[in-house]
T-cell receptor
Framework: GENVEQHPSTLSVQEGDSAVIKCTYS??????FPWYKQELGKRPQLIID?????GEKKDQRIAVTLNKTAKHFSLHITETQPEDSAVYFC????????????FGTGTRLTVIP | GAGVSQSPRYKVAKRGQDVALRCDPI?????LFWYQQALGQGPEFLTY????????KSGLPSDRFFAERPEGSVSTLKIQRTQQEDSAVYLC????????????FGPGTRLTVL
């Protein structure tokens, strides 16, 4: 099955700086890569996703890049704010007919005011 | 509109008890997923329904775990003879349909087995 690795496990940045979280996946059949933000005790919330036919996607301060050849994808958050502090999970999905997400182990991001 | 809801939010069970966890997906969503999230870890897939059909149960850790979605809407995850290692947050997610559709998560049920 798919194996998703995520780094770093913890990340501290000063408010206004950028944060980058990286993930690798093992199965070249994976074609959908969402990122979820999870605050303590809350549900995972989708913040951005990318499909394998796209190399980069941006939504305001958040961007995701995908390198299919190297089988890695990254989350970039610019101009970080204290409310960005949370645990971020990357995930990969193999399709068709297998929609379940394989998650990374998470990155705890702390934005220092 | 209403998001995915789960009940109860918290459940404490004595070892050996049976528990039932409920998930109400977003209305009209075809696909429903159950995940298990251990403390400090990412969610791990348990099982997947498309309407009432359970298409994948490969992630269920043992035959003590059973899930159903008899009318293609509400789903129940049942754990029989709970063990301490079952303690985790159980997350439900639903998606409209299709491969790679966005999955919307519920708030989870935190199960503690004493």
């Amino acid at each position: 099955g798919e194996n998703v690795e995520q780094h770093p496990s913890t990340l501290s940045v000063q408010e206004g700086d950028s944060a980058v979280i990286k993930c690798t996946y093992s199965d070249s059949a994976s074609n959908y890569f969402p990122w979820y933000k999870q605050e303590l005790g809350k549900r995972p919330q989708l913040i951005i996703d990318i499909r394998s036919n796209v190399g980069e996607k941006k939504d305001q301060r958040i961007a995701v890049t995908l390198n299919k050849t190297a089988k890695h994808f990254s989350l970039h958050i610019t101009e970080t704010q204290p409310e960005d502090s949370a645990v971020y999970f990357c995930a990969a999905s193999i399709g068709p007919g297998a929609n379940n997400l394989f998650f990374g182990t998470g990155t705890r991001l702390t934005v220092i005011p | 509109g209403a998001g995915v809801s789960q009940s109860p939010r918290y459940k404490v069970a004595k070892r050996g008890q049976d528990v039932a966890l409920r998930c109400d997906p977003i209305s009209g969503h075809v696909s429903l997923f159950w995940y298990q999230q251990a403390l400090g870890q990412g969610p791990e897939f348990l099982t997947y329904f498309q309407n009432e059909a359970q298409l994948d149960k490969s992630g269920l850790p043992s035959d003590r775990f059973f899930a159903e979605r008899p009318e293609g809407s509400v789903s129940t995850l049942k754990i029989q003879r709970t063990q301490q290692e079952d303690s985790a947050v159980y997350l439900c997610a639903s998606s409209p349909e299709g491969v790679g559709d966005t999955q919307y998560f519920g708030p989870g049920t935190r199960l503690t087995v004493l």
